[in-house]
């Protein structure tokens, strides 16, 4: 963490223990929403009217699945509004430390956040006040799903493709910050 707190840090010039510390967490976290996509995909579906179904309960092909309780629905929110809120911090401050201009940067970020809280609201939305909003919970994951997937594959890419330095004799090598 106290390398984030120098000025200019960026991820190409961090020392190579700590980009691969950073690599792993990544690798961790891509497989994290690896596996919230196949949730959404296997046990929601991708459709406005399996979200609603899923949420609000339905009766089909001779199956009846039951409306989420408050209960469940404050559950989930619970503990995803922390988990998901520490995650994003750490994402951001990483995609933050890439060399993308801070325009693309900003997009980014705030579709990966508009992403995130539509994530949260939409299964209440969805349940409570019409089936409809099921269209926020689909738009909330295929921005979510997009933006991180630019937070992860960028900050990963520079964490594995360390800044070259210029010697004085003019020959590229990777940078490597001295020992203290």
């Known amino acids: 963490m106290r390398e984030f707190a120098k000025a200019q840090f960026t991820l190409r010039d961090a020392p190579r223990s700590l980009r ?7 690798l961790l976290a891509g497989f994290g929403f690896l596996t919230q996509v196949g949730f959404e995909v296997g046990r929601i579906g991708l459709t406005p009217g399996a979200i609603a179904a899923y949420y609000r309960g339905e009766e089909s092909g001779g199956v009846m699945t039951f409306p989420k ?5 404050l ?10 809120a520490v995650i994003f ?9 890439t060399s993308p201009s801070p325009a693309f940067k900003n997009v980014v970020l705030i579709v990966a956040f508009a992403g995130l809280v539509g994530d949260l609201f939409a299964p209440w939305l969805t ?39 210029v010697s004085r004799s003019g020959d590229h090598r990777t940078a490597e910050p001295p020992r203290p």
């Open 69 to 73: 309780t408050f209960g469940q629905l």
């Open 75 to 84: 559950e989930v929110s619970h503990a995803h509004a922390f988990v998901m």
């Open 20 to 26: 691969l510390i950073y690599a792993g967490f990544l």
């Open 89 to 97: 911090l750490i994402l951001a401050h990483l995609f933050a430390a």
């Open 127 to 165: 349940r409570y006040v019409a089936p409809q909003c099921a269209w926020l919970a689909l738009l909330s994951w295929i921005s979510q799903g997009t933006a991180n997937a630019l937070l992860i594959g960028v900050s990963g890419w520079e964490c594995l493709n360390p800044a070259k330095a």
